[in-house]
Nanobody, 126 residues
């Protein structure tokens, strides 16, 4: 299994970035997907998560600090999950990781995720 993040970089406050995570080696549609981040000297924390395919729609979760600014989405035909980040703030600076959870239900705990990407750096300057 491989999860490969891309799209990180350096932006000024108020800018936007779109992260992508391409998955291989797993049946992607059966996995809930999450985006986590880890800032300097901080613990890894949930940013957003999206459930596996449902009958009609997906269920999503966002941590309070990114609600209204970030959007998680997935394309099961491309085995890819995205994180659109708008109105970025310096406190969003972190390494961002995507993760896959076979249980399929939304989880905010790192312990529940089975596979992890290598991370992509996001730096927001003021």
């Amino acid at each position: 299994v491989q999860l490969v993040e891309s799209g990180g970089g350096s932006v000024q406050a108020g800018g936007s970035l779109r992260l992508s995570c391409a998955a291989s080696g797993l049946t992607f549609r059966l996995y809930a997907m999450g985006w986590f981040r880890q800032g300097p000297e901080k613990e890894r924390e949930i940013v957003a998560a999206i459930s596996r395919s449902g009958y009609i729609t997906y269920t999503t979760y966002y941590t309070d600090s990114v609600k209204g600014r970030f959007t998680i989405s997935r394309d099961d035909t491309k085995n890819t999950v995205y994180l659109q980040m708008n109105s970025l703030k310096p406190e969003d600076t972190a390494v961002y990781y995507c993760a896959a959870d076979y249980n399929g239900a939304l989880s905010v705990s790192t312990d529940d995720y089975d596979y992890w990407g290598q991370g992509t750096q996001v730096t927001v300057s003021s």
